[in-house]
């Protein structure tokens, strides 16, 4: 019954672009003709409060909209990793930013200095967000890249198409080099989910 | 799910915007607020393509009294906030019910009282909605428990407040107005219209507040060449304050019997899995959501358990339920909420099967799986 239901959750804080990352992977869902629901949750501050998106992927009708266990987990804070590392589910994908974290709650997570990469790499971290989505799309298969490329085109300013285009490359590389040189168990993980 | 169907990704304040301008919206005059931002947001852009006007008000006692000049004006006028917004409205509220202004007010509910938790998710408006005005007067609350609903409630929001010329309130959770889904909206020749009835007599003999057959006075805008009187005072069917007993018992009686012919229309209720059921949830909004989802559990569990799910919150739908007390043994009420609607549960089912209710006001929703233990806790 709640098969083929795969729930995920990006957690950080304000400004760091994770609603709108919620919002592309959504959409990317819709292309690749999955049904899909995104909600959010973040505290009255403009940026800087706890932030977080959640998006449910199903082949069926989703009725509760919000994530309880959540099948893959990207966190950009400290604070919420070590508040949701506890709602991953046996077998998830734990994603973690290590720009932002220094305690990583589990030997169990895909290690990526997503922010301080991409910094190096575009001067700035803006496209984070782009470049988090690139590392999911690669680790999880949750939704296809032709997909994700497609969504991402239609949300970002006119213009900036080609530098998001670049940022979701190098995002799916970041995730290869790191599973790549991994712990066995994560890659383990991810295999056995593809 | 045909392939040539066109979804999108749809937030619901998008899809109130969506449906306000579906049925004719032509003003809104606002104040933003989390969480209803995005409807004043959206509509701030799309109303004046469209030849409409949108204004932002200095507070919200101004936005209400924008949209009732608006509507009297001639135009289909909406406003949208949140809970201390809604609490400014109140006063103006009660204006536009006694002088049967259409107007419709979009409420995204937050948890309250006062400043509240500006962005979580409460139910917590229910009986302000009802009563937060002073006075006796009857009202229509709609609440959408689904992106869908949000467009096609706004619709019929629209649609009841020019039939009935009253104030009608869409009632949404911060869920609901923040949640995006994947949908298709219906095209807009698909969409029902309904205008206010205007005079045809000579402007001489019109009386702005004598009632026609359908319970309803037709409505003149200001500038058609009707000249007439509105007053926040207790009136006769001219428009002039009155307090002759039987002119004022008309005025007021007049009120609720034009929404008491309509109560079957304006009460939106749907029933899933209600044929054998022993046991129903009572859910409206998000609830909805998690009712649905605990639903499957229970069933599966072996459970006769179904849903009534409220569209319309006032006037309170009472015979969804009454219909269905014979077969029940239990009701179970979820609400973000100390238990609003749990009220009119009791006094509707008067002892005949056990109302449980589950309640919370943290500002965070009520899980499936809390559901389905209470539900599995009492019929076991």
Sequence with gaps: MKQNRTEIRLAGSGGQGLITAGIILAEAAILDEKNVVQSQSYGPEARGGASRAEIIIADGPIFFPKATWVDILLTMSQKASDQYSFDLKAGGIFIVDTTYVNQIPTSNALAIPISARTREKFGKEIFSNIVALGVICEATKVVSIKALQAAVSARVPSGTEKMNMEALAFGKNLAREAIKNNNGVIAEAIEADS | ?380
């Excluded at chain 2, 019929?156 to 949404?172: C, D, G, H, Q």
């Excluded at chain 2, 004598?210 to 805008?221: D, I, Q, T």
């Excluded at chain 2, 179904?306 to 979820?334: C, D, M, N, S």
């Excluded at chain 2, 005949?352 to 539900?375: F, Q, S």
Aim: charged letters at 20%; proline letters at 7%; aromatic letters at 8%.
């Design chain 2, 1 to 380: 799910m045909s392939k040539k169907t066109s979804y999108q990704l749809m937030q619901g304040n998008e899809a109130v915007a969506a449906g306000a301008l579906a049925a004719g919206v032509d003003f809104f005059a606002g104040y933003p607020i989390t969480p209803s931002t995005e409807i004043a947001e959206i509509l701030a852009d799309r109303l004046p393509e469209n030849g409409g006007k949108f204004i932002q008000m200095e507070d919200e006692i101004g936005s209400i009294a924008a949209i009732i000049g608006a509507a009297i004006g001639g135009r289909k006028a909406l406003t949208a906030t949140s809970g201390p917004g809604f609490s400014l409205m109140q006063e103006n509220l009660g204006f536009a019910c006694l002088a049967e202004i259409p107007i419709v007010i979009v409420n995204v509910m937050r948890a309250g009282p006062s400043t509240g938790l500006p962005t979580s998710p409460s139910q917590g408006d229910v009986m302000q909605a009802r009563w937060g005005t002073h006075g006796d007067h009857p009202i229509i609350v709609l609440t959408p428990s689904s992106v869908e609903e949000a467009f096609s409630y706004t619709v019929k929001a629209v649609n009841f407040s020019e039939k009935y010329r009253n104030p009608v309130i869409v009632l949404m959770d911060e869920v609901i107005g923040h949640m995006r889904a994947r949908v298709s909206l219906p095209p807009a020749a698909m969409i029902e219209r309904i205008n206010r009835v205007r005079p045809n007599m000579p402007p001489e003999w019109y009386q702005p507040y004598e009632r026609s057959a359908s319970g309803v006075a037709p409505m003149a805008s200001f500038g058609d060449g009707y000249r007439y009187h509105i007053t926040g005072l207790v009136h006769d069917t001219k428009g002039f304050p009155t307090a002759n007993p039987n002119e004022a018992r008309d005025n007021i009686r007049g009120l609720f019997a034009k929404i008491e012919r309509g109560f079957r229309e304006v009460c939106l209720v749907d029933y899933e899995l209600m044929e054998d059921a022993e046991h129903a949830i009572l859910a409206y909004g998000s609830m909805v959501l998690s009712a649905r989802s605990a639903l499957e559990d229970l069933r599966q569990a072996g459970l006769k358990v179904g849903l009534i799910k409220l569209g319309t919150l006032w006037p309170f739908p009472r015979f969804a339920l009454e219909h269905y007390l014979p077969q029940l043994k239990t009701i179970i009420v979820p609400e973000l909420n100390m238990g609003q609607i749990y009220r009119e549960v009791l006094r509707v089912n008067a002892g005949k099967a056990v109302i449980e209710k589950i309640n919370r006001v943290n500002g965070t929703i009520i899980t499936p799986d809390e559901i389905v233990k209470t539900v599995k806790g009492i019929v076991r």
